[in-house]
């Protein structure tokens, strides 16, 4: 079977929805020895942005949104070890996070996603999250996108918080903060200090390519 | 010129498209209220004791002189008698923080409970109590959350959601028994006198799940149910949807409701504005609530929300009056009128002021 075949293969169980070939295919590419990331860019990556277009062409619903990105994590889970260190030396940190007081969680998790779709290396620290338990990630980990999310008014404050934290931490030079959900608005970010407010997490993700 | 109405008479006429005084005007303010009861009535207090919760809507028409009266307390409450583990901090919108679905043979576990026990009794009570105390005076319509609402409540949406594509079957017995809960508990909450009851189906949403999703998981047969057991009842049909891209075709024509409730968000393209919902027909055969961002009520000022109000009137006029409608419109506030510490009582009577003023229908 050649590299393209397998590429295909990686692509097709993400679209299809199909974790047990995700990883049945990713054991090809190790077996084969290809490049890892040739294979997550070249796959499983490809097989997630034509999901991410779909579901924003209300083609598919987020069900096979999430089953898919399932499908693509599975693949994932054995390729991203084999990569070797010096190859995500270049790759960007990336933490996610929906502020404290704040449950919504589905929009985070696509943005999470489509981030790892994108190459970055993503540390999701979940939804309800304290503003100090985000800056010391972003301290800790040397993070150097923090996307923030929330669908609810009364914990937008928490973002302002936490970039708050970031500049008395010295951090927030180092970190491009991105935010968004529906009740954020691009001059609510230029008001908190963020870098970005996006509508939707491929463009956010197209944004930060651009960067 | 109408005379002047009763906000009971308001309502009836509203929900008759007949002309009104002024148009109907209900932001929904729920939790909000414990702030007009004497002293200091904490979130948890107003969440658990059913006897200052009916007195805090009770106070609520007391102030504003609301045409109608939507008893909502939270979106946990079905959900926690299923044993979802609920978070109550002293100030804050109880919510689920725990689920009780962990494999496949989990949702086989759902079973309806006896409704009058536990939070949903809870509710029952307070209905009496509201109905007791407003009858005749406003229109109560009690909230309940629907039976897919429930069972994301209950199971975690994320989780639901993928089980739903992969294997469905335990999913559709889980919702069998949702919806069950769901009748039993319109049937008590009828037996309280009160005169609608309001569903919310908030996952007939375009950006979560299509047509085809959604009547398979809650339109055609779950809904059908809990619909018809409103119907059986007597009482009116609402439903609430606070999403951004409502399934209105289904919710609205394909349900024949009474009410629907609507939110609207600006930023995202397609969600629909109160002069599209009601030139599109939807106004034709129910009555449209919507749609003053509830944000507003928190960041905004007394003047920022009287002119949005006046505005909305003014739109909803212009377009009741192409469609050649007298009224099916009450001015509303999309979603829950946020219940913090921060947000300000004043700018509810900014929107009741603002409807005097300009809210004279046809
Ligand atoms: C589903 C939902 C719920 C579910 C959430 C399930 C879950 N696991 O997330 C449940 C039922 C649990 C729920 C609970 C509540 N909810 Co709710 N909920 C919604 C609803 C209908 C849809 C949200 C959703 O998931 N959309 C689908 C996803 C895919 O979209 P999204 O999150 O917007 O994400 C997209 C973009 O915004 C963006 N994005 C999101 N985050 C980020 C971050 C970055 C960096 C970027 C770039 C982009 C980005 O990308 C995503 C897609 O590409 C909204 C209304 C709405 N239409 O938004 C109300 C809404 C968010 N809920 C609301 C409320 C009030 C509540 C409750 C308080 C209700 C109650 N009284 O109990 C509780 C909250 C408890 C708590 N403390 O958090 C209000 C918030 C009002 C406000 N402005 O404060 C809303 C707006 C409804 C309304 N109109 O009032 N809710």
Redesign the interface.
């Known amino acids: 079977m050649s590299k393209e075949e397998i590429f295909e293969e990686l692509a097709n169980a993400v679209i299809n929805?199909k974790a047990d070939l995700s990883k049945a295919a990713a054991e090809k590419v190790l077996a084969e020895g290809i490049n890892p990331v040739d294979a997550i860019n070249e796959g499983l990556v490809k097989g997630m942005n034509v999901i991410g277009d779909k579901y924003a062409a209300?083609q598919?619903?987020?069900?096979?949104v999430?089953?898919a990105a399932?499908a693509m994590y599975a693949g994932l889970d054995l390729l991203l070890p084999a990569i070797p260190k010096e190859d995500l030396a270049d790759a960007k940190k990336a933490a996610t996070a929906v502020v404290e007081?704040d449950?919504h969680?589905?929009g985070k998790?696509i943005v999470k996603t489509m981030l790892t779709a994108g190459g970055y290396i993503v540390n999701d620290l979940g939804k309800?999250v304290a503003p100090s338990k985000i800056a010391e990630t972003v301290k800790g980990e040397g993070i150097d996108i923090l996307c923030l999310s929330t669908l609810m008014?009364?914990t937008m404050d928490n973002m302002k918080n936490t970039i708050d934290l970031l500049k008395e931490q010295g951090t927030r030079g180092n970190c491009t903060v991105t935010i968004g959900g529906?009740?954020t608005?691009p001059s609510f970010a230029e008001e908190i200090g963020a870098d970005h407010r996006d509508?939707n997490a491929q463009d956010c993700v197209n944004w930060l390519k651009g960067q | 010129m109408v005379a002047p109405m009763t906000p009971y008479e308001r309502a009836i006429a509203t929900l008759n498209n007949e002309p009104v005084d002024e148009y109907a005007a209900y932001p929904l303010v729920c939790g909000l209220q414990r702030r007009l009861l004497p002293g200091t009535v904490t979130y948890k207090q107003w969440a658990t004791d059913s006897n200052l919760c009916a007195q805090s809507y009770i106070e609520g028409f007391n102030k504003w002189k609301f045409p109608f009266t939507v008893t909502l307390e939270d979106l946990s409450v079905t959900a926690h008698d299923l044993g979802a583990n609920v978070r109550m901090d002293k100030e804050?919108t109880p919510?689920?923080?725990g689920h009780i679905i962990h494999d496949m043979e989990d949702y086989d576990k759902i079973q309806a409970p006896d409704v009058t026990q536990g939070r949903t009794g809870h509710l029952i009570r307070m209905n009496h109590k509201v109905v007791e105390g407003l009858k005749d005076k406003s229109f109560v319509i009690a909230f309940l959350e629907g039976p897919l609402l429930t069972l994301s409540q209950s199971a975690g949406?994320?989780r639901l959601?993928?089980d739903?594509?992969?294997d469905p079957a335990p999913v559709h017995r889980a919702l069998e028994q949702t919806t069950k809960m769901c009748c039993d508990a319109v049937d008590k909450i009828a037996e309280a006198g009160v005169q609608g009851m309001c569903w919310d189906y908030l996952w007939g949403n375009?950006?979560?799940?299509?047509d085809k999703?959604y009547a398979e998981f809650e339109g055609d047969k779950y809904a059908k149910a809990t619909n018809e057991a409103t119907r059986r009842n007597g009482l009116g049909l609402g439903i609430h949807n606070c999403a951004?891209m409502p399934h209105l075709d289904t919710q609205i024509n394909k349900f024949g409701v009474d009410v629907y409730s609507l939110a609207y968000?600006p930023?995202?393209e397609a969600s629909p504005n109160m002069t599209k919902v009601i030139e599109d027909g939807y106004a034709d055969k129910c009555t449209i609530f919507g749609n003053i961002d509830?944000?507003m009520f928190?960041?905004n000022t007394y003047e920022q929300v009287y002119e949005t109000t006046m505005n909305l009137c003014q739109e909803a006029k212009t377009a009741l009056c192409k469609r050649g409608l007298n009224t099916h419109f009450c001015v509303s506030s999309g979603c829950e009128v946020?219940p913090?510490l921060?947000c300000h009582i004043d700018n509810v009577t900014a929107v009741m002021d603002a409807v005097h003023k300009f809210g004279a229908g046809q």
């Open positions: 929805c209300h598919i619903y987020l069900p096979q999430l089953v399932h007081g449950v969680d589905i998790n309800d008014t009364p529906p009740p608005s509508n | 804050n919510f689920v923080d949406a994320e959601f993928m739903m594509f992969t375009y950006t979560v799940l299509g999703e951004d968000y930023l995202a509830p944000q928190m960041r946020p913090d921060e």
